[in-house]
C-alpha cells in the first residue's frame, strides 16, 4: 500500500506528486488542503491519473478568512457597520470598553482564537464588562448585547459585581483655544481616590502628576499650550483598578498674510521699508530671508528696511511667519532703477512716509504675595505714529480688582484666582505687536521644612542663525522643583529632551520650533526660530565674447560661488533663426562633471552663449558673444 500527496502546486498543475509514507501537510503556498484525499491505493500506476483529478478540486482551494465587523468606540455592537478581513487565525470579538453613567461602550474587531478560548474558559476574580467571540462572518453584532459576561480582572481586590469602580468625565474629549484656561473634573466611582495626570502630544510620552486634593472626585485647572491627554486613575487599597482618558486638542490660526507677493522698484539710493503684518493666534513670529548684503539692510519690529538702494540689492525678499500651528511666508520682488534712466525725473522721486510699527517691552513673568494690596505691571510702546495700548486675556475677562490704566495693569488686593496670563497689545497704522507677561499669585502658607515647588522658567535662544550644510544644537534650559519634563515640539514632530540637534541644515529646517518645560507646579513654554542662512549665486568668472571660423572647436568658463554650490547651466540663442524653437538650440557641446566648462563644437552660427548659475537663494546669468568668420568676412551664419 502507498500514502499519495500532493506536494506542490504550481500554477494548478499537478504533475509534481510524489509518494511519501506521512501525512499530508495542511497548507501548500497559501492554498488550504482539505485535507488533501489522502488515499490508500493499489501500486498499479493507473490510478495516478484518477488521484490527480480528484485533487484538481480539493487540494486547490483559495483559503477564505473570516469577516468581521470593526469598531473602536460604539453604543451597541449592532451600530457597527464597518467590517475588516482577519487572519486564518482570529475570530469575531465584541468587547465592553467602559461604562459611563450607565451607559455601556462596545469595541469590536477580529481577536486571536487562542486568546478568545483562553479569556472565555479563565475563571477567577470576575466583574461585569463582557467579552465574547464567535466564528461565523459579522457574527460580533449580536454579542454582549444583552447582560454582560464576565473576565478576568487582574488585581487581588475582591469587588462585587454591585461594587464595580469606574471613572466618569463631563466630557472624553475637549477643543478649546490655544493657553484657554480650563477646569477639569474626575468622578470615581466605587474607588478610594482618583489621582490625575497629563501626557503631552501622545499617550506614548511621560506622564506628568496634576497636583490635586486626594479625593475620589478632584478637578484642576490648566492652560493647555499643545495636544494632551488627561489620564484620570481610580486606587482601592492603594491599587490602581480603573482608569480613563481626556483627550484635549489644542485649536489656533496658522499665520495668514492679508497681502499677496508685491513687486516694488526702487531708484538708486531710494530707502523703502518691507512691512510684514501677519495675523495668526498665537501672535507668529516673524523671520526674513533675503540677499547677502546684510550690511545695507535693517529690522524694525517684524518690518525690513533697506537703505541706500543700489543694484546689488535687487532680488527677492522673504518674510515667514511662525506659530505652533504652522508657517506662512509672503515675498516682496524688489527691481532696481539705474539713474540712467531716470535722469529727467529725479526730482519726481515718490516719497514714503515716515512711520516706525509698534515695539513693546514687557516682562515675561511677575510673581505676587497673596494679599498685596497693588501690583502694578507697565507696558512700554515705541512706534510712530504714537501707537493705541489695549490689555486682555485669553477669555477677554478681568476680574473686578483688576485695573486696566492706558498701558498700566493695576492688580488690587492679589488673590490666587488672579493668576493669568496677560496680554499687552499696540497698534498704529504700521502694524502691530504684542507681547504677554505671566502673573503668577503665590499662596499664603505657613512656614514650613518642606521645599517650595517652583513653575519652571525656560532660558532659550529666541532666533538661532545656522549657515545651510552646518549642524547647530538647540537647548532648552528649564529651572524649577520639582526638575521639569522638557518637551520639544517642532514641524509634527514631538522630542522628549532638553537639547534638540539639527544636522546638515536645509531650508526645510527653517521654523518655529517649541520648546515646553513642566513640572507639578506648572507649565512654561518658550519658542525658538530657526534661520538657515546661505548666500546667493555669485559668477567670478564670465564667458567670453570671441570671434572663430566655422567648425572650430571653442571651450568657455563659467566659475561661480554660493552656499549651497550653485547649479550652472547653459544655453544657446541663435542670431539667425527667429522661431522659439530653433533660437535655443545649443550647437554639437561636452560639458564638465560640474557644468563649469562647456566645449562647443562644429559651430556654424553666430549667437549668445549664456550661463546661468542657481542655488536656492537666487539666480544670477552671463553671456558671451560668439561671433563666426569666414575669409575675414563677419558673417552671422552659413
Not at 486571536?112 to 478560548?117: F, T, V
Not at 484642576?220 to 499650550?225: E, M, V
Not at 537663494?617 to 553671456?623: F, M, Q, R
Request: neutral net charge; charged residues 15%; contains cysteine.
Amino acid at each position: 500500500m502507498i500514502v499519495i500527496c500532493i506536494s506542490k502546486c504550481e500554477q494548478y498543475n499537478l504533475r509534481s506528486v510524489e509518494l511519501i509514507t506521512s501525512s499530508c501537510p495542511t497548507e501548500i503556498e497559501g492554498f488550504t488542503l482539505l485535507p488533501c484525499l489522502i488515499h490508500v491505493v493499489d501500486k498499479e500506476i493507473n490510478m495516478l491519473v484518477w488521484l490527480k483529478l480528484t485533487v484538481l478540486f480539493s487540494c486547490l482551494l483559495p483559503t477564505k478568512s473570516l469577516e468581521c465587523l470593526h469598531c473602536e468606540d460604539v453604543i451597541h455592537p449592532s451600530d457597527c457597520s464597518t467590517s475588516t478581513t482577519c487572519g486564518v487565525d482570529d475570530m469575531c470579538m465584541t468587547q465592553e470598553i467602559r461604562s459611563i453613567g450607565g451607559e455601556r461602550r462596545f469595541k469590536l474587531s477580529c481577536h486571536s482564537k487562542r486568546q478568545c478560548n483562553a479569556i472565555m474558559g479563565s475563571a477567577g476574580l470576575s466583574v461585569t464588562f463582557c467579552m465574547d467571540c464567535c466564528d461565523s462572518n459579522k457574527c460580533n453584532n449580536q454579542l454582549c448585547s444583552s447582560a454582560p459576561t464576565t473576565t478576568m480582572l487582574p488585581t487581588t481586590t475582591t469587588i462585587k459585581p454591585t461594587q464595580r469602580p469606574y471613572i466618569s468625565t463631563d466630557h472624553s474629549s475637549i477643543t478649546t483655544r490655544w493657553g484657554t484656561r480650563l477646569e477639569i473634573s474626575c468622578y470615581g466611582h466605587n474607588v478610594d481616590l482618583v489621582q490625575m495626570q497629563m501626557q503631552i502630544g501622545s499617550l506614548h510620552g511621560k506622564k506628568i502628576a496634576i497636583p490635586t486634593t486626594k479625593s475620589p472626585t478632584p478637578h484642576a485647572y490648566i492652560t493647555p499650550q499643545s495636544d494632551m491627554y488627561i489620564i484620570c486613575t481610580g486606587y482601592i487599597q492603594l491599587k490602581a483598578v480603573t482608569t480613563t482618558n481626556i483627550q484635549i486638542t489644542v485649536t489656533g490660526d496658522k499665520p495668514y498674510f492679508a497681502h499677496a507677493r508685491q513687486v516694488i522698484s526702487l531708484h538708486e539710493g531710494e530707502d523703502q521699508a518691507l512691512l510684514c503684518s501677519p495675523q495668526g493666534f498665537p501672535s507668529p513670529v516673524v523671520t526674513w530671508h533675503y540677499a547677502r548684503l546684510a550690511g545695507h539692510m535693517s529690522t524694525i519690529g517684524h518690518n525690513l528696511h533697506i537703505n541706500q538702494m543700489n543694484s546689488e540689492m535687487a532680488g527677492k525678499y522673504t518674510c515667514t511667519a511662525h506659530n505652533y500651528f504652522g508657517s506662512t511666508s509672503t515675498e516682496y520682488i524688489i527691481q532696481y532703477i539705474s539713474p540712467e534712466t531716470t535722469v529727467a525725473s529725479v526730482t519726481t522721486l515718490p516719497t514714503t512716509a515716515f512711520m516706525i510699527p509698534p515695539i513693546v517691552t514687557l516682562q515675561q513673568k511677575l510673581i505676587i504675595p497673596e494679599g498685596k494690596p497693588s501690583s502694578v505691571v507697565a507696558c512700554q510702546v515705541q512706534g510712530f505714529p504714537t501707537p493705541t495700548v489695549t490689555w486682555d486675556t485669553f477669555d477677554h475677562k478681568f476680574p473686578s480688582n483688576v485695573q486696566i490704566h492706558g498701558p498700566y495693569l493695576i492688580i488690587h488686593n492679589a488673590g490666587v484666582y488672579d493668576s493669568n496670563i496677560y496680554f499687552c497689545k499696540a497698534t498704529n497704522p504700521a502694524g502691530t505687536d504684542i507681547k504677554v507677561i505671566h502673573v503668577i499669585v503665590n499662596h499664603t502658607v505657613k512656614p514650613t521644612t518642606l521645599r517650595p515647588h517652583i513653575s519652571p522658567v525656560i532660558s532659550s535662544r529666541q532666533i538661532v542663525e545656522v549657515r545651510f550644510g552646518s549642524s547647530v544644537t538647540l537647548n532648552c534650559n528649564a529651572t524649577g522643583y520639582p526638575e521639569p519634563q522638557i518637551t520639544w515640539h517642532a514641524h509634527h514632530k514631538t522630542i522628549h529632551h532638553k537639547t534638540l540637534p539639527i544636522s546638515n541644515a536645509t531650508l526645510d529646517n527653517n521654523g518655529l520650533y517649541l520648546c515646553i518645560a513642566i513640572n507639578d507646579a506648572g507649565q512654561t513654554q518658550a519658542s525658538t526660530v530657526v534661520s538657515v542662512t546661505g548666500d546667493a549665486p555669485h559668477i567670478t568668472v564670465p564667458p567670453s565674447s570671441v570671434v572663430k571660423h566655422a567648425g572650430d572647436v571653442q571651450s568657455f568658463l563659467c566659475e561661480a560661488t554660493g552656499n549651497p554650490q550653485p547649479n550652472i547651466t547653459w544655453s544657446y540663442t541663435s542670431y539667425l533663426h527667429t522661431s522659439s524653437r530653433d533660437s535655443h538650440t545649443m550647437p554639437s557641446h561636452v560639458t564638465s562633471s560640474d557644468g563649469g566648462r562647456i566645449q562647443l563644437t562644429h559651430i556654424h552660427d553666430s549667437g549668445i552663449l549664456k550661463c546661468t548659475v542657481t542655488n536656492p537663494y537666487g539666480t544670477v546669468s552671463a553671456h558671451a558673444n560668439i561671433l563666426m568668420s569666414d575669409r575675414n568676412d563677419l558673417v552671422v551664419g552659413r
